[in-house]
């Protein structure tokens, strides 16, 4: 009775602080499932020996996981980004760099090769991780409240924020697996669906983020949360995580492909 009583206090702290990991664990998982099944074969095969032995669903947790490592410190700054309007303005950005600037620079550094194993490795799995990261919409923040972090609320009678809840809250309260979410948003993966995603530019990115922003923040004045706001938001967060696949794939497949 001890030992679950200690992972239960355990899971409510991950709960409280996950603002550290975008899209959690189980989101971050089921884009890489999503992505693997819309690139080229040819594409995977080479994604996959890069990778080795991490999945591709795997290693879009990488980027998280190495924060408490400080040779890692260049890359702090380039999980998120702000916009004021849904335009990139680089002289607002951290002077380390953001999620933007890094997604483009790293695609042309894979493009263009000649990198040892361990670089090319290290770059994928940071450019995996920055798509899948600037499509949940408090990534692209404000600039006022570190992307929904300062705003604290109660999920369901729980202690937590905003930028932890559109991170991993509502997709783990579903209690499924990120196959079984996988699988059912990837039925929902039209040829019109990704054609529509694939046509837009990074800028447009951006514009969805910011125009989401309206419903992400639409909160009680108790700030407690709990069916309502997920009938009303769950399924922005399935499009976000559909969206990410399809063009995931897409700049694996130009890289690689």
């Known amino acids: 009775m001890k030992v679950y009583k200690t992972l239960f206090l355990a899971g409510l702290m991950m709960l409280a602080t996950s603002q550290a990991f975008a899209w959690g664990q189980l989101g971050h998982y089921l884009i890489g499932y999503m992505a693997e099944r819309q690139m080229k074969k040819s594409t995977l095969k080479k994604v996959e020996k890069v990778l080795y032995p991490m999945s591709l669903g795997r290693s879009g947790t990488w980027m998280d996981e190495i924060r408490s490592d400080r040779n890692y410190d260049y890359a702090t700054t380039w999980h998120y980004l702000t916009s004021k309007e849904g335009e990139y303005n680089p002289e607002i950005q951290e002077s380390t760099g953001d999620a933007f600037e890094a997604i483009q620079r790293l695609k042309a550094e ?148």
């Open 110 to 257: 894979l493009i263009a090769g000649g990198l040892s194993p361990k670089e090319e490795s290290e770059k994928l799995k940071m450019l995996i991780h920055m798509v899948e990261d600037i499509h949940q919409p408090l990534h692209v923040g404000t600039g006022e409240d570190r992307g929904g972090n300062d705003v604290k609320i109660e999920f369901f009678g729980r202690p937590t924020n905003l930028h932890a809840l559109w991170d991993s809250g509502m997709i783990e309260r579903q209690g499924m697996s990120y196959s079984e979410i996988g699988d059912e948003l990837f039925r929902r993966i039209t040829p019109e669906l990704q054609d529509s995603y694939r046509e837009a530019t990074m800028e447009d990115w951006l514009k969805e983020a910011v125009s989401l922003r309206p419903a992400v923040y639409d909160l009680p004045e108790d700030r407690r949360l709990s069916y309502l706001y997920m009938y009303q938001n769950y399924h922005i967060a399935e499009e976000r995580m559909i969206a990410a696949s399809v063009r995931l794939a897409q700049i694996l497949d130009e890289i690689y492909g």
